[in-house]
């Protein structure tokens, strides 16, 4: 689904674009949701990778939304899933909505 590789170039676009209004451990801010645990889930339970990548492609950052490279979108969501305790893989989430779309956030269900 996603490489280390991928998680660690995520992690620094993350840090450097994101963390200013997401906080450095993903955690939200007063006016911006968190990328991490139940809230997070909860907000995009039963949406896809492609809803998440067009909302960040199109909305963010906030002060530049578009500044970020297709590829480090799809970098950033690796890091927000591997901090989700999602599991890394062989290959790249690719940086396409479309195919990003055929992978579903869901709620853990125990």
Partial sequence: MFTEDQVKRGAAAYQRDCSNCHGAAL???????????????SNWNDLTLGD???RIRQ???????GKLSRQQNADVI???????????GATE????AGALQQIR??????
């Fill in 27 to 41: 955690e939200g801010g007063d006016m911006t949701p968190p990328l991490v645990g139940g809230a997070f889930t």
């Fill in 52 to 54: 998440l990548f067009d």
């Fill in 59 to 65: 909305t963010m950052p906030l002060d530049s939304p």
């Fill in 78 to 88: 690796a890091f927000i899933l591997k901090t989700n305790a999602w599991p890394s």
């Fill in 93 to 96: 989430l690719p940086p396409e």
């Fill in 105 to 110: 956030i869901e709620a853990s269900k125990r």
